[in-house]
T-cell receptor
Framework: GNSVTQMEGPVTLSEEAFLTINCTYTATGYPSLFWYVQYPGEGLQLLLKATKADDKGSNKGFEATYRKETTSFHLEKGSVQVSDSAVYFCALRGNNQGGKLIFGQGTELSVKP | GAVVSQHPSRVICKSGTSVKIECRSLDFQATTMFWYRQFPKQSLMLMATSNEGSKATYEQGVEKDKFLINHASLTLSTLTVTSAHPEDSSFYIC????????????FGSGTQLSVL
């Protein structure tokens, strides 16, 4: 079945450091891929998405490229801020899944001043 | 953006009691709601999908008599954990989707259930 694997946290970085959170997936067909972010005390929010191979999703300085050849959707940001501290979830939605999302286990990011 | 309110955020109960968790869409009609469960350091696991006015569809391995889901209106779905046991302790999250949002999902902030 479909699955998502993302790097374990917590990840601790200094402000302005480069961020990469790895995400790989297993799926049949051509899933849509997502990154969600959960700030402390809040619900998950969609950060970015890509719906087909080679698409790049971007938002708030974060980027992720849908790589079908490596079945990956790694999240990157060139310069993190303290306000980026949160838990990040990679997710996929298979074709004709009625909106059902399969999530990775989440990666906690802590950015220190 | 759309808001989904989930209540309570935290609940502690005795073993054998039932707990109800509410999920409300505040500014849109939620045609479909999803209930997830998350253990520490693990993925969000989909428990069930509910469509307004019909019975919920449960994922394999989820006991429908234990986790009662009601989606009686377009703005409210409830999850009731019946006869809770310590192994039911977990973080429960709802999400909602309305047709007008082209399948975009909005999430509640979650409920931490602790069964003593």
């Amino acid at each position: 079945g479909n699955s998502v694997t993302q790097m374990e946290g917590p990840v601790t970085l200094s402000e302005e450091a480069f961020l990469t959170i790895n995400c790989t997936y297993t799926a049949t067909g051509y899933p849509s891929l997502f990154w969600y972010v959960q700030y402390p005390g809040e619900g998950l929010q969609l950060l970015l998405k890509a719906t087909k191979a080679d698409d790049k999703g971007s938002n708030k300085g974060f980027e992720a490229t849908y790589r079908k050849e490596t079945t990956s959707f790694h999240l990157e940001k060139g310069s993190v801020q303290v306000s980026d501290s949160a838990v990040y979830f990679c997710a996929l939605r298979g074709n004709n899944q009625g909106g059902k999302l399969i999530f990775g286990q989440g990666t906690e990011l802590s950015v220190k001043p | 953006g759309a808001v989904v309110s989930q209540h309570p955020s935290r609940v502690i109960c005795k073993s054998g009691t039932s707990v109800k968790i509410e999920c409300r869409s505040l500014d849109f009609q939620a045609t479909t709601m999803f209930w997830y469960r998350q253990f520490p350091k693990q993925s969000l696991m989909l428990m069930a999908t509910s469509n307004e006015g019909s019975k919920a569809t449960y994922e394999q391995g989820v006991e429908k008599d234990k986790f009662l889901i009601n989606h009686a209106s377009l703005t409210l779905s409830t999850l009731t954990v019946t006869s809770a046991h310590p192994e039911d302790s977990s973080f429960y999250i709802c999400s909602a989707r309305g047709d007008s949002f082209n399948e975009k999902l909005f999430f509640g902030s979650g409920t931490q259930l602790s069964v003593l």
